[in-house]
Each structure stands twice: as structure tokens, then as C-alpha cells.
């Protein structure tokens, strides 16, 4: 299995920066794909963002712009470099990693974007 240990949350204005870590352990990390996924109250889940290895990087259209997800092999972690947050990024940011036999997600971490 491969376990995900997310932090970085927290709350901020908007307008505001936060950057989310992904550590993942338990597997080879450089084998792994990841998505961002967020979850408001009373919302589905959506995706947010996606990263490969080496450099592919894909983005929800609401984010593209604003947020760059990346990732650094050497420390097994991943991360979400979110900008200019608006109060509709409010939601609980999960790290998702993917590959044939793997479908892992962490425990979440609460972004709250408010002033």
C-alpha cells in the first residue's frame, strides 16, 4: 500500500497564498501519478489537479493560472503552490496516487479562504 500524509491547510485572505505537501511512503514514489483533488460543503468532490513523472501537469480550468502542482523525487512529496485564493477554493484539498495497482488517498487538510 502507499500511504499519504498531506499539511500545509490552513486559512488565509483572499487573495492569499497556501502550499499543500504531499509525503508519500510504502511504494516507488517516481512510478506514481497524482491528482488534487478538493470537496466544499454540500459539493462533489472535483478534481483539481494531476502530475506525472517526469514533468506532465494538468489543471481544472478554475485553477489553471493560479494554482502549480509539483513534485520532488528526492523527498518522495508532492506539492499544490496555490495563488490568488478566492473564497470558492474553500474545501478539503485529498492527494491521490495512482498507478496500475495502486488507487491511494490521504486524509485531507482543510483550505478556508475568508476575510
Known amino acids: 500500500q502507499v500511504q499519504l500524509v498531506e499539511s500545509g491547510g490552513g486559512s488565509v485572505q483572499p487573495g492569499g497564498s497556501l502550499r499543500l505537501s504531499c509525503v508519500a511512503s510504502?511504494?516507488?514514489?517516481?512510478?506514481?501519478?497524482f491528482n488534487w483533488y478538493r470537496q466544499a460543503p454540500g459539493k462533489q468532490r472535483e478534481w483539481v489537479a494531476r502530475?506525472?513523472?517526469?514533468?506532465?501537469?494538468d489543471y481544472a480550468g478554475s485553477v489553471k493560472g493560479r494554482f502549480t502542482v509539483s513534485r520532488d523525487n528526492a523527498k518522495n512529496t508532492v506539492y499544490l503552490q496555490m495563488n490568488s485564493l478566492k473564497a470558492e477554493d474553500t474545501a478539503v484539498y485529498y492527494c491521490?496516487?495512482?498507478?496500475?495497482?495502486?488507487?491511494?488517498w490521504g486524509q485531507g487538510t482543510q483550505v478556508t479562504v475568508s476575510s
Open positions: 491521490n496516487a495512482v498507478r496500475w495497482d495502486v488507487n491511494s
Open positions: 510504502g511504494t516507488d514514489f517516481s512510478g506514481l501519478s
Open positions: 502530475i506525472s513523472n517526469p514533468d506532465y501537469k
